[in-house]
């Protein structure tokens, strides 16, 4: 690493950056993400967008435009045939159907982070559980190593020979 008047070195800057913990997680999630959102995204149109095509009778969104040139529509002359003849031509159904993505996705997500929270708290739950017995065997445990002052009626360990609290010699 060198200085330059006290100052760390941009590459020392940047290994120092680049090469935190936190940096590489955020990688990883990265990473995860995106074959996570493949996953998600196959779900979606493999999946459930046929099904929603059943519900719909079939209407494909995707070939749905407004001609802006005032030609024929989607009935008479289908998406591909008006891309291909250069026609001005507004697709809407592209937008509609990015909706239905967004929020058939949104949906899948929602559901996905309700089970793993619903999980975690679960786990938390068991954890804190067991430490709460674990802390009242403990004090089970201690208890049972005391007993009371015939004299000054104080709690004193079992082993003690003198009451800490009134000086009486223990029996």
């Not at 940047?14 to 493949?38: H, L, Q, S, Y």
């Not at 435009?65 to 030609?71: A, E, T």
């Not at 929270?117 to 679960?122: D, L």
Request: with cysteine; glycine share 8%.
């Amino acid at each position: 690493m060198s200085k330059k008047n006290g100052k760390k070195s941009l590459w020392a800057q940047f290994k120092e950056f680049a090469f935190k913990g936190n940096v590489i997680d955020m990688a990883v999630g990265v990473v995860i993400g995106g074959a996570f959102t493949a996953i998600v995204g196959s779900l979606v149109a493999d999946i459930i967008t046929p099904l929603l095509g059943l519900l719909t009778g079939g209407v494909d969104f995707k070939s749905l435009y407004i001609p802006l040139d005032g030609g024929v529509g989607p009935q008479e002359m289908p998406l591909a045939e008006a891309q291909e003849a250069g026609r001005a031509i507004m697709t809407y159904g592209n937008f509609i159907q990015a909706i239905i993505n967004f929020i058939l996705i949104a949906v899948v997500i929602f559901i996905f982070v309700k089970i793993i929270t619903a999980k975690a708290k679960k786990e938390a739950a068991a954890k804190a559980e067991a430490e709460a017995k674990a802390a009242e065997e403990a004090a089970a445990a201690a208890k049972a190593q005391l007993k009371v002052c015939p004299y000054c009626l104080s709690e004193i360990n079992v082993k003690a020979t003198r009451c800490p609290h009134c000086t009486s010699e223990q029996p």
